[in-house]
């Protein structure tokens, strides 16, 4: 199944204007939906149909209604100076711990000279990986100062021929646009950290074009 989603996933990026895709499964790893992002102006009823035909070649049925499309702007000539700000995020350091109130996550990111902490806590022994995750978009938010804020929207680990790999996708919210990234790395003999890493990865391409747009300010005279 997971050579027919990788299969999959693949002719969905290669559908004229999507610029990404990823397939949702239920726990027994069943296809229950999709979601794209495509570039802004593209005709929504056609990416569904297109994506559809695709998954049913793959060899599963996916309804166009279970296809979520996100859009993002299209890259315009003679703008491409305010598109975005160069720099990469990088994990400083993190850590997990556990006592009586619950468990505890946190990690510090860096971006240039730039240094945030973010953390997340859940009671009782939340799985060290989702919080991780949880504490690294927290950072995130923190480093672009609230412009867009970031959630969860999955955690997959996956059996490749060359290792395991865990894959984060991301979902961005931006006032009523919602758009959603993924990101992948090689589990190695730290779980926790390579989803903490993936999370990144989903947004390190991104990241420099939320930057260039406003800060919230936040009135509360």
Known sequence: MNDRIALAEDRLRRLPGVVEARIQTDASGQPVAVHLCALEGEDPSRLRDQSAAA??????????SAIQIAFEPSLEAGSLEELEVEGRIRLVAYQVRVDDEGT????????????????AQARGGAPATDLLAHACLDALERLCHA??????????RAVLPTGDVVCVAVQEIDGRTSRVHTGIATTGDD????????????????FGRIL?????????A
Do not use: K, S
């Open 55 to 64: 998954c049913a070649a793959a060899g599963f049925v996916i309804t166009p």
């Open 147 to 156: 412009r867009v804020a970031f959630r969860l929207a999955g955690v997959q």
């Open 191 to 206: 779980l926790a950290r390579a989803v903490a890493y993936a999370a990144l990865h989903a947004l390190n391409r991104r």
């Open 212 to 220: 260039t747009g406003p800060a919230r300010h936040t009135d509360i």
């Open 104 to 119: 505890h996550a946190e990690v510090e990111l860096e971006l240039g000279t730039q240094l945030a902490r973010g953390t």
